[in-house]
């Protein structure tokens, strides 16, 4: 029973392909978020949705668009993809009552080439 | 804007002995929340120990304990009795609720420890 399952665990896609990731948690959260890895390992918040609304936006590329379906599922699509988008994504997911932490996926590896 | 810093890339202690990661964070705010995670070759990101800042007492986990020090900004990790499977990227990180049921987590650089048999 995973917590916060994304797929693919690895995608390996051309310059300038459009690709998405998909993200679903069966936890009942109503938070969730996507984080991004770099090569030297360093995690940085991308975006955060509550109850399908967007919450947090930090300053990313408009290539990388967020769709939230339901409170269950977040999804990452990003268009034109270039060689620095590769990196490690991480979904994430979050509840506001009781123990505040978050539950993170197992990651999906992104190569570009 | 909150800033977590970890300075010790990388680490080594030998199995059985205690080892410490250091993490310090520079925040105004009062209320927030303080994490240490681990990632093993799996990537897969774990939950090691969480600290309430308005919590004086220092959480601990079976083999894991941390020293909180609030008017610091400090907040070291203690491993003891290191087994091999500690061998992992160890990140601290600072949590902060950001409204409307989000939360923003700042993570730190992350410390590399080698557990040597």
């Known amino acids: 029973d995973t917590a916060v399952s994304q797929t693919p665990k690895y995608l390996v896609t051309q310059m300038g392909n459009d690709k998405s990731i998909k993200c679903e948690q069966n936890l009942g959260h109503d938070t969730m978020y996507w984080y991004k890895q770099d090569s030297k390992k360093f995690l940085k918040i991308m975006f955060s949705?509550?109850?399908?609304?967007?919450?947090i936006n930090e300053t990313v590329p408009n290539r990388f668009s967020p769709k939230s379906p339901d409170k269950a599922h977040l999804n990452l699509h990003i268009n034109s993809l270039e060689l620095g988008d590769s990196a490690v994504y991480f979904c994430?997911?979050?509840?506001?009552?009781?123990?505040?932490?978050?539950?993170f996926g197992s990651g999906t590896q992104l190569s570009v080439l | 804007a909150q800033t977590v810093t970890q300075s010790q890339p990388e680490m080594s202690v030998q199995e059985a002995e205690t080892v410490t990661l250091s993490c310090t964070y520079d925040?105004?705010?009062?209320?927030?929340?303080l994490f240490w995670y681990k990632q093993p070759p799996s990537r897969q990101m774990i939950l090691v120990i969480r600290?309430?800042?308005?919590?004086?007492q220092n959480a601990t986990e079976n083999r894991f304990s941390v020293n909180f020090q609030k008017a610091a900004k400090s907040f070291s990790l203690k491993i003891s009795d290191s087994q091999l499977g500690d061998t992992a990227m160890y990140f601290c990180a600072f949590m902060l609720y950001s409204g409307a049921g989000s939360y923003q987590l700042t993570f730190g650089k992350g410390t590399k420890l080698s557990v040597i048999p």
């Open positions: 994430a997911s979050s509840s506001q009552t009781g123990f505040e932490k978050l539950f």
């Open positions: 925040t105004s705010e009062s209320n927030y929340y």
């Open positions: 600290q309430e800042a308005y919590k004086q």
């Open positions: 949705y509550n109850n399908k609304e967007l919450i």
